[in-house]
């Protein structure tokens, strides 16, 4: 059996901090699901627009998104109709 250095068994183990890959539909879109939908909506109430760094706030109460992906839904929301559901008290 081969003894590996510290140095080389760090470099062998995957980081448990490395992002996972969001995932996306075949548009290249996140896909969203209940809860992280939930905290969208959560997220939209306690930061209104107008507050500074707004989407990245958002983004960072959900945790799974970024802001380019909460811009894009609340955008894609607001084409379809389903805005409303978002800002619902």
Do not use: C
Not at 25 to 48: C, F, H, M, V
């Amino acid at each position: 059996m081969q003894v590996k250095s510290l140095d080389e068994a760090k470099v062998a183990q995957p980081s448990p901090h490395t992002a996972k890959k969001p995932q996306t539909d075949t548009q290249g879109n996140a896909i969203w699901n209940a809860d992280e939908l939930s905290l969208l909506a959560k997220a939209i109430k306690r930061y209104p627009g107008g507050v500074t760094n707004r989407w990245e706030l958002i983004a960072e109460y959900i945790g799974t998104k970024t802001p380019q992906d909460v811009i894009a839904k609340v955008k894609q929301a607001k084409e379809d109709g389903t805005y409303l559901f978002l800002t619902v008290p």
